[in-house]
């Protein structure tokens, strides 16, 4: 969305027409393909006007998010008046507001956001590196990208627009905060040296796998595909990531004990389909068992590469020393 | 740096904090899971994402509070007013449980009043103790109804002296009298001396303090300030039906001064009085226990055993007694026929010349019998038996020492008295037989004394004849 070229008071919006007659009805006037009505009211219930953003637009951002997120209904459902009133309506139209007007690049809005945010910013931003020095630098780099000084086309973008309101302004600056982080971590960590690279060992080669532990390993990529994708998120981040039970219950909002007991009964379930699988497979069920009691360090498997499409190590990984590698099998208790 | 966070199949930072907060809709949340599950850069972003402890949830109050404390911090903010008000509570509390406390003190209630003098022994020594009282000539209270409060920190101790009645003006016993009245018939061994002075007869009487059994003596003097006067035999009834001025009980014998300087005595604790006529001139006002014979043969610990005036069981009366216990002795033996059979259900009083204490107690089966708790000193052990004669010794008793007397009761015989000397390194005591030999003197150690209001004294050992000092 590009409003930047929009002024306040461009566009004035017309009053609802009162309804003359029940016979013949009016059609509600509509902006962006929303009743002014509700843009109005919204507007008003935003207090949009305090951070210098006129009612219309005020109605074009809320049209671009209800029609970019589709109004909270899932892809190829058609939402109907009231379903796009209720979705707009339970939007934190505020924050909103003070986001695009932001983007718009209005001063009071600034002064506004400023006051409001530019303390539990730094604070997050402290938070999330660890420093005081680097958070102060990761928040004043963020400043400059939401003021909109990279230009597009030879005009102003700012992230601020990609707020949509569905959760709060601040959640948006912390989680916007950790994704330049991880950019810069990223970024930095490609710089290598070339010093420390050393001459290409060389490449040992495989020893041969028994059939056994072949098809072990088969049958632990066959468990862990078959996994809800809840089960992996809470399976990565307990013992790929080593977050704690803490963490995950802050996420997915649940009690820690409850993601303990989740777990524990997660590995629970994950023993009995593995069996299953290697049963499946043509072994007995001692034979099964005593293939589960083969030294994980004998088998080639990762479960990262199982647990996750994506093979760029985790974030915590690669801040890890370089030497240590990637969780197998032989690492975590799986 | 990218130009869209995370763009591509990445969801972006709107729905990464939509998913932390729980506000996508459920189809987006799944998606949004199923990415997270898969992909560690956005779980590491969500994980970053998390708000910190320190970080406050409410944002527009927390910018509006800092503009009010600005040198506050959130974790300090958020603990300061339930400190403060946690503190208030504490204060309202204390000054609450401080206010009931002095208002029960106040109304002078007697179970409060006893229980509050039984749990604060030993009090000051009552010679020391000058407390006054609010009088007023016609009998009624004073305007300050509670003169006790605020000296020596035991104005909470002391009851308030009930109102006394308009006719007579006697107070109404105090229920700490009472249970001291219980202790001194339980116990007549205890003396205990009161004195009671300067009061017209229409006067209020302040109710005694009772500090663990033992009476306290206060002195009242006849000014402006009004006498606290804890008498524990007040509660006896004088055939006047006036309260006690003074008040002395030695063993069962009670000697009382009313308030109209009449004296009276009783032998039996208090149950029968009778008026002792007044050979002085003048009116007593004082009644008191004096001694000046101790037998030399006594210790000093059982010369203070033996003589217990109340007025040395003040604020070391506690002391004493533990000090007693602790250097007790006993006394202990068989009692046989002269054939050599033992005697059952023998009585055996242990006493000395002033206490006339211990006992009596009976043997057992075996003909045993044992006295505890007996200090240091020579007693009278006299020991009889239906169908023999009484047989009566004399033991001096050493410290925490087991002494021995055995007794052989005769029949027909004369008295005889067996003298059982104990000394400190012996582990019994070895009785020399004396046939005929009389007791040790008898002399009363103890004596009663009253000071008249011209300023003579009066003694008397029975508490009935008198004889001028």
Known sequence: ?334 | MSELPQSGRHPDADQLSAFIEHALPEHEYQLALAHLADCPECRTIVSLSLPSVDESPVLQASAARRSLFSGWKFSGWNLAWPAAAAATFAALAVSFVVHIHNTATARGSSGTAAQMAESHAPAPPAATERSPIAPTANGAQSKDAHPLQGRNGLSQLRPVPSKPSAGTGAAKPQSPLAQTADQLQQNPSRASNTFMAGQPASEATAPPAIVGGISQTVEVRNDATPPAVLSPIAQHPLPSHLPALSMVSYAQRILAIDTRNTLFFSDDAGNHWKTIPSPWEGRAVKVELASSTIPSVLSPAAATNKLRPASSFGAVGGLLRSSARATSSTLTGTVKDPAGAVIPGASVVVSNSTTMGGGPVKTDSAGRYVVNDLSPGSYQVEVQAPGFEKRQIAVTLTASQQNLADFTLSVGQLAQTVSVEAPASASSPVARKKTAEPPPASEPLTRFEITTDTGERWTSTDGQTWMHR
């Open chain 1, 1 to 334: 969305m590009d409003t930047a070229s929009s002024q306040p008071g461009d566009l004035v919006l017309p009053k609802p027409i009162a309804q003359e007659s029940t016979a013949n009805p009016q059609p509600t006037p509509r902006f962006s393909g929303l009743p002014l009505s509700l843009i109005q009211e919204l507007w008003l219930a935003a207090e949009a006007e305090t951070c210098g953003l006129t009612a219309e637009e005020f109605g074009m951002t809320l049209a671009s998010v209800g029609a970019k997120l589709n109004y909270g209904l899932p892809p190829g459902t058609l939402p109907d008046p009231a379903q796009e009133a209720a979705f707009l309506r339970s939007l934190r139209l505020s924050e909103l507001a003070l986001a695009h007007s932001c983007a718009l690049g209005r001063e009071v809005a600034w002064q506004r956001f400023l006051g409001l945010y530019r303390a539990p910013l730094v604070q997050a931003a402290t938070a999330i590196t660890g420093s005081a020095t680097l958070g102060h630098d990761l928040a004043d780099s963020l400043y400059a990208e939401l003021y909109g000084l990279r230009e597009l086309d030879g005009q102003r973008r700012s992230p601020l627009a990609s707020y949509s309101g569905r959760g709060s302004f601040l959640g948006w600056l912390r989680t916007t905060l950790a994704q330049r982080h991880v950019d810069h971590h990223r970024r930095t960590h490609r710089e290598a040296p070339l010093d420390n690279v050393d001459a290409l060992a060389p490449i040992p080669t495989p020893e041969p796998i028994s059939a056994e532990l072949t098809r072990l390993a088969d049958a632990v990529a066959h468990t862990l595909h078959d996994l809800a994708p809840e089960d992996r998120f809470l399976l990565a981040c307990y013992f790929l990531d080593r977050q704690t039970l803490l963490q995950i219950s802050q996420t997915i909002r649940v009690h820690e004990a409850t993601v303990s007991r989740r777990l524990k009964r997660l590995v629970a379930d994950l023993r009995k389909h593995l069996l299953r699988n290697l049963q499946s497979g043509g072994l007995s069920k001692r034979a099964a068992e005593e293939a589960l009691g083969t030294d994980p360090r004998d088998i080639e498997i990762n479960l990262r590469s199982l647990l996750q499409i994506s093979q760029t190590a985790s974030f915590s990984d690669r801040t890890a020393p370089e030497t240590a590698p990637a969780p197998t099998a032989a690492s975590d208790p799986l």
